[in-house]
């Protein structure tokens, strides 16, 4: 009988130590790293949100001005397309002009496409030639701020 225990003992701790060893929890850097699997299964980008990212005004400034104005069209992981492009390293796409055309964009996506600008006619057809919001309130520090939190929300 003792030699029943002595196996199912083993058998439970061989068991308990495969499992930790190929389901170990994601820290939030890995979360961060790699995309989520689904966006069909309620993932909003919520819990990417953590206390490491940084809490400057500025950041919180971007924050609110990004769920006030970008949200309802731009993925909230910043991966993602949705209505309109992914904003993950938008600086980046925009470095070949200067960033005063990014925020020309931003607040008239039409009057550049108009103008006929190379990468706003090139994005606006990518896109099926949808119109983007404008928004001619932002200041430069608006937008500053709101690219300060795109850029440190999906790292």
């Known amino acids: 009988m003792r030699f029943i225990y002595i196996a199912l003992a083993l058998m439970l701790g061989m068991t308990l130590s495969a499992y930790r060893q190929f389901h170990k929890p994601r820290t939030l850097y890995q979360f ?27 950041f919180q400034l971007g924050k609110t001005l990004f769920k006030q ?3 309802q069209c731009h993925n909230k992981n910043m991966i993602h397309d949705l ?3 992914a904003l993950a390293d938008v600086e980046k796409r925009w470095s070949a002009f200067p960033k005063e055309d990014l925020y ?6 039409q ?10 006619v090139k994005i606006y057809n990518e896109w099926n030639q949808t119109l ?5 309130n932002l200041t ?6 709101l690219l ?6 999906y790292r």
């Open 69 to 71: 104005n970008c949200a």
């Open 111 to 120: 009057s550049l496409v108009e103008a006929e600008h190379p990468r706003a």
């Open 140 to 145: 430069d520090e608006d937008i500053e701020a």
């Open 132 to 136: 983007m919001n404008d928004f001619p």
């Open 32 to 58: 961060h790293k790699y995309e989520p699997k689904s966006t069909s299964q309620g993932f909003c980008g919520t819990c990417m949100m953590s206390s490491n990212l940084p809490k400057s005004e500025e």
């Open 148 to 153: 300060v939190f795109i850029d440190n929300y």
């Open 104 to 109: 020309n964009w931003i607040r008239s996506s």
């Open 83 to 85: 209505t309109g492009p």
